[in-house]
């Protein structure tokens, strides 16, 4: 059943409840740093447990614009964000390696922003999760005619195609709603000790409409943080 405008404001609420309760751990963990042994631990489970909750109501919340909500195509630097979420991948989670592979010029498509980072966290995420001890995922982006490549690949165990999509669930039904109402289509490949690649296929920005390259954040309660912290080491 498709969500409702009631489920999105149920989900927003949810996500503000979650990230109050995330502001409030630097604090306590100071706090418990004091007190008897197992403070951190318990802080640690709840950070988890938070995280896991706000990375539902993220999806929850995308899922329900994608389903509600009329697209609204605008450009979208597709090389800047994807730099600035490898960056901050890179940040948390520290057992992986991640290899960027992009042009130097940007690349723009139309779509939203937003929606595209929850997208690229819940690619991301899948990677980290389903890559082995060490994993190592490229992330690229390109130009294929008139149409923008962004790929996310990792060296995991993969699965054989009679098993499906790995790993489908709400964050890459997310990323596939999101390639459809855009304009374009999420496309998957796995095999077994071949790791798995997911792509995102999008409309390129016509020529003339990017506007100046913008500087995007992948801060700690940003998509990509949201996603990866439940699946990583938290830097709290």
Request: with cysteine; aromatic share 6%; proline share 10%.
């Amino acid at each position: 059943m498709a969500p409702t405008p009631n489920s999105a404001l149920l989900a927003a609420h949810l996500r503000e409840d979650t990230a109050d309760l995330l502001a409030l751990l630097p604090a306590a963990r100071r706090a418990a740093a004091g007190g008897p042994g197992g403070g951190e631990a318990t802080l640690d489970g709840i950070a988890r447990a938070a995280y896991r909750t706000l990375r539902t109501a993220e999806n929850l919340a995308a899922h329900a614009a994608l389903c509600t909500a009329p697209p609204h195509p605008q450009p979208v630097c597709v090389t800047a964000l994807a730099a600035a979420y490898v960056s901050g991948a890179a940040g948390v989670c520290r057992s992986a390696v991640f290899v960027p592979e992009w042009p130097r010029a940007p690349l723009w498509a139309m779509g939203d922003a937003r929606l595209l980072a929850a997208a690229l966290g819940n690619l991301l995420a899948n990677a980290v999760q389903y890559g082995g001890e060490r994993p190592a995922i490229s992330v690229r982006a390109a130009r294929r005619g008139e149409t923008l490549l962004l790929t996310v690949a990792d060296n995991g165990p993969g699965c054989a195609p009679s098993a499906g999509d790995r790993g489908l669930g709400l964050g890459l039904e997310v990323a596939r709603r999101y390639a459809r109402a855009y304009g374009g289509r999420l496309l998957a490949g796995s095999a077994p000790e071949r790791g798995a690649c997911f792509s995102l296929c999008l409309p390129l920005c016509p020529p003339g409409a990017a506007p100046s390259v913008p500087d995007y954040m992948a801060d700690r309660f940003s998509p990509l943080y949201v996603q990866l912290a439940p699946v990583c080491d938290l830097p709290l």
